[in-house]
């Protein structure tokens, strides 16, 4: 009986304008590895997405990410990531979007980098199996460093996002404004294979690179990660 129900909803929604979709989605995994003997070392990886998307209206996104490792005791990497982000429908396809993003990255010597960004984005394909969109966005950038000192440039971001079946991709390009030289690239891959309705296994490759880091750090950092995420995702139709 609910999928019937469901059905004549959205059929309501299609033939009415005061009805609109909203759908909220739950994202959390979890993962990581442990070694003992000769070598020691440890990992952990965790990550959450919350959304809430009223379809052709707005939508708020809320997400972050924690990686630490260590090896033989001492760490050998600690990053913190968070954003949260506002969308507002221009028309089926285009939308503008208001992003603040933080980050902590002890081995940059970035005790805590926020970029706030307003911008435009567009969706070129938007279907529940395969999904692509572009934004471009202008934002300030501080960074607070280990040594307390601090750095700001105005940036420029282009990011893509790509969903296509268990697979996705999303990418941001991060430039100074006045200094084209200065920029940073981050690509995100996923892969997922379910398990069941909720869980999933996930693998995932995070490639950042730094045109110009700190002295003493490499460029480019990638790392390798397996987790199991927990997802839910639910529909309700509402009167505007």
């Not at 941001?172 to 869980?199: A, C, I």
């Not at 490759?205 to 397996?226: H, I, T």
Request: include cysteine.
């Amino acid at each position: 009986m609910k999928r019937p129900f469901l059905s004549l909803l959205a059929l309501a929604a299609l033939l009415c304008p005061a009805f609109s979709q909203t759908e909220i989605e739950r994202k959390f995994s979890l993962g990581g590895w442990l070694t003992e003997g000769n070598t020691r070392g440890q990992s952990l990886h965790a990550d959450f997405f919350l959304n809430r998307d009223r379809k052709g209206v707005n939508e708020i996104t809320c997400k972050g990410s924690l990686d630490h490792e260590s090896s033989a005791g001492a760490d050998t990497m600690f990053k913190a990531y968070s954003s949260l982000r506002y969308a507002h429908s221009l028309s089926p396809r285009l939308y503008n979007f208001y992003l603040l993003e933080a980050e902590h990255d002890r081995f940059q010597d970035i005790d805590l980098r926020t970029i706030p960004t307003v911008g435009v984005g567009h969706w070129f394909a938007n279907e529940d199996g395969f999904k692509f969109m572009v934004e471009g966005a202008l934002g300030y950038q501080r960074n607070y460093l280990v040594d307390r000192t601090a750095d700001e440039l105005v940036v420029f971001k282009l990011s893509s996002s790509l969903r296509a079946g268990a697979f996705s991709n999303e990418f941001d390009y991060y430039t100074s404004t006045s200094d084209p030289g200065n920029f940073r690239l981050v690509n995100y891959l996923s892969f997922k294979v379910k398990l069941n309705s909720y869980y999933s296994f996930k693998w995932s490759l995070k490639d950042e690179y730094n045109n110009r880091p700190p002295a003493g750090v490499q460029k480019n950092d990638l790392r390798f990660v397996a987790s199991i995420e927990y997802a839910i995702k639910q529909s309700k139709f509402d009167l505007n």
